[in-house]
């Protein structure tokens, strides 16, 4: 068995590995390069190792860094399987046609105002083309094994986001674990990650390699504290929001400290059509997470939620403080961009971002202190507030990696290949397992190959 790297090494996002063994080829994760404009060129390069004729495709969650290239290979000709979870396919269900509208709206704008140095700008895929794309997927249960050729998978629950899973896979007599995006033992919405079995390789997430999350107890104050400064100046409170797990996040949050007194009632919007279908997924499936019916049922009779267009642009009507919370959550796209035009400007606003922001984003630039953004060919001054709240990642830091590390059935000498971080990230946590550990750790390399004999 070989596998080879194709994404998620050295970066965060684009996860896609390739696994092949005498009979059999399978993708695990097949994601989009965020960030960096370097990185996003990736998803524009020839299709490789002719990837778009694997035999199956398995997903561990949903997120577009790991799900969203699907729509290109069924572009290519791929017909095969995608398997995931049930809940990461009825997220795929709106996460893969949005992604393909928003590349359609984002083209059109830059053909419109000439801001492409193509004259006419094409998306990646298109919403058609998403749309075609979901009779591929087949929904599997937590724990279910099913088989493409000689390759046996399994998916176990990861934490992190609904349906989130770490992808087992045995063949020619090894046992390889891919851990997806692992979640955080005492997250405020979704359940542990479950333990690993003993396996002859793990390939290990490392987003937050090099950091220490704070409780979550102090986030909640930290979020109350920000929205009392924000409404104490007669501020509007702007959150860019992921729409899987932490918009659903944010608005129980929000809901409970209101209920609790804790902050001023004011307007909640949640202006993303996603992420409102992925609230009602959540409580679809709220035996999958933390968080009860009558929570999911008091938010949604809390928030107001704004799918038109017209409706989005009617919140600037809104007098007083108000707290919008609206795509894309590293401010890369999405509604949020349009009330940034808005509010940017104005001292008595408040940007919270509250996950993580990948290198060369619109997040991450705001975070540094940048005095002024790009927004659709516009530079925009930065006088509002920036703040980030911690303790709310939907990711392991890297002392619960390693706790979970401890408590899984892994062989003291078990190989990990470390994926899925920044560069200081990787190197921290590949020092720390060491230092801590006898794993034979190493740091993946893009495109290398990995062989298991």
């Given at each position: 068995?070989?596998?080879?790297?194709?994404?998620?090494?050295?970066?965060?996002?684009?996860?896609?590995?390739?696994?092949?063994?005498?009979?059999?080829?399978?993708?695990?994760?097949?994601?989009?390069?965020?960030?960096?404009?370097?990185?996003?060129?990736?998803?524009?390069?020839?299709?490789?190792?002719?990837?778009?004729?694997?035999?199956?495709?398995?997903?561990?969650?949903?997120?577009?860094?790991?799900?969203?290239?699907?729509?290109?290979?069924?572009?290519?000709?791929?017909?095969?399987?995608?398997?995931?979870?049930?809940?990461?396919?009825?997220?795929?269900?709106?996460?893969?046609?949005?992604?393909?509208?928003?590349?359609?709206?984002?083209?059109?704008?830059?053909?419109?105002?000439?801001?492409?140095?193509?004259?006419?700008?094409?998306?990646?895929?298109?919403?058609?083309?998403?749309?075609?794309?979901?009779?591929?997927?087949?929904?599997?249960?937590?724990?279910?094994?099913?088989?493409?050729?000689?390759?046996?998978?399994r998916l176990q629950a990861a934490g992190h986001i609904l349906g989130a899973a770490s992808v087992i896979i045995e063949a020619?007599?090894?046992?390889?674990?891919?851990?997806?995006?692992?979640?955080?033992?005492?997250?405020?919405?979704?359940?542990?990650?479950?333990?690993?079995?003993?396996?002859?390789?793990?390939?290990?997430?490392?987003?937050?390699?090099?950091?220490?999350?704070?409780?979550?107890?102090?986030?909640?104050?930290?979020?109350?504290d920000v929205v009392n400064e924000c409404s104490g100046s007669g501020g509007v409170l702007l959150i860019p929001s992921f729409?899987?797990?932490?918009?659903?996040?944010?608005?129980?949050?929000?809901?409970?400290?209101?209920?609790?007194?804790?902050?001023?009632?004011?307007?909640?919007?949640?202006?993303?059509?996603?992420?409102?279908?992925?609230?009602?997924?959540?409580?679809?499936?709220?035996?999958?997470?933390?968080?009860?019916?009558?929570?999911?049922?008091?938010?949604?009779?809390?928030?107001?939620?704004?799918?038109?267009?017209?409706?989005?642009?009617?919140?600037?009507?809104?007098?007083?403080?108000?707290?919008?919370?609206?795509?894309?959550?590293?401010?890369?796209?999405?509604?949020?961009?349009?009330?940034?035009?808005?509010?940017?400007?104005?001292?008595?606003?408040?940007?919270?971002?509250?996950?993580?922001?990948?290198?060369?984003?619109?997040?991450?630039?705001?975070?540094?202190?940048?005095?002024?953004?790009?927004?659709?060919?516009?530079?925009?001054?930065?006088?509002?507030?920036?703040?980030?709240?911690?303790?709310?990642?939907?990711?392991?830091?890297?002392?619960?990696?390693?706790?979970?590390?401890?408590?899984?059935?892994?062989?003291?000498?078990?190989?990990?290949?470390?994926?899925?971080?920044?560069?200081?990230?990787?190197?921290?946590?590949?020092?720390?397992?060491?230092?801590?550990?006898?794993?034979?750790?190493?740091?993946?390399?893009?495109?290398?190959?990995y062989h298991l004999n």
């Amino acid at each position: 068995m070989k596998i080879v790297f194709l994404g998620g090494t050295e970066t965060v996002t684009g996860s896609k590995y390739l696994i092949e063994t005498a009979t059999t080829r399978l993708l695990v994760d097949c994601g989009l390069f965020q960030g960096y404009k370097w990185l996003r060129k990736r998803n524009w390069q020839p299709i490789p190792l002719g990837i778009e004729a694997v035999d199956g495709i398995v997903l561990t969650h949903a997120h577009l860094d790991h799900s969203g290239y699907v729509p290109v290979l069924y572009q290519a000709g791929y017909r095969g399987p995608v398997f995931a979870q049930e809940a990461t396919a009825d997220l795929c269900h709106i996460m893969w046609p949005d992604s393909g509208r928003l590349q359609q709206e984002d083209a059109k704008f830059l053909g419109k105002h000439g801001l492409s140095k193509h004259e006419k700008p094409q998306p990646l895929y298109d919403e058609k083309t998403a749309l075609a794309s979901l009779k591929l997927l087949q929904p599997v249960a937590f724990e279910q094994t099913f088989a493409v050729g000689d390759i046996h998978i399994r998916l176990q629950a990861a934490g992190h986001i609904l349906g989130a899973a770490s992808v087992i896979i045995e063949a020619e007599g090894r046992r390889v674990a891919f851990s997806g995006d692992i979640g955080r033992p005492n997250d405020v919405m979704m359940k542990p990650p479950e333990t690993l079995p003993a396996v002859d390789l793990l390939l290990l997430e490392s987003t937050y390699g090099d950091r220490r999350h704070q409780h979550a107890d102090s986030a909640e104050q930290q979020l109350a504290d920000v929205v009392n400064e924000c409404s104490g100046s007669g501020g509007v409170l702007l959150i860019p929001s992921f729409s899987v797990g932490r918009a659903q996040l944010m608005q129980h949050l929000l809901v409970k400290l209101m209920t609790e007194n804790r902050i001023p009632r004011q307007p909640i919007f949640l202006d993303s059509p996603m992420a409102i279908n992925v609230s009602e997924i959540y409580r679809r499936h709220h035996t999958l997470h933390k968080l009860s019916q009558h929570d999911c049922q008091r938010a949604f009779n809390t928030v107001i939620y704004t799918r038109s267009v017209d409706e989005s642009k009617a919140i600037a009507s809104q007098a007083g403080p108000h707290i919008i919370i609206a795509g894309s959550g590293m401010a890369t796209g999405g509604r949020i961009l349009h009330h940034f035009k808005r509010w940017l400007s104005d001292h008595r606003a408040t940007v919270l971002f509250s996950g993580h922001q990948a290198g060369g984003t619109r997040g991450a630039k705001m975070l540094q202190g940048v005095e002024s953004i790009k927004v659709h060919g516009q530079w925009l001054p930065v006088k509002a507030r920036i703040r980030q709240l911690d303790g709310l990642s939907g990711h392991a830091d890297y002392q619960e990696l390693t706790d979970w590390l401890k408590q899984s059935q892994l062989r003291q000498d078990t190989p990990i290949q470390l994926v899925h971080g920044e560069p200081d990230a990787l190197e921290t946590f590949r020092d720390f397992l060491r230092q801590k550990t006898n794993f034979d750790v190493d740091i993946a390399d893009y495109q290398a190959i990995y062989h298991l004999n």
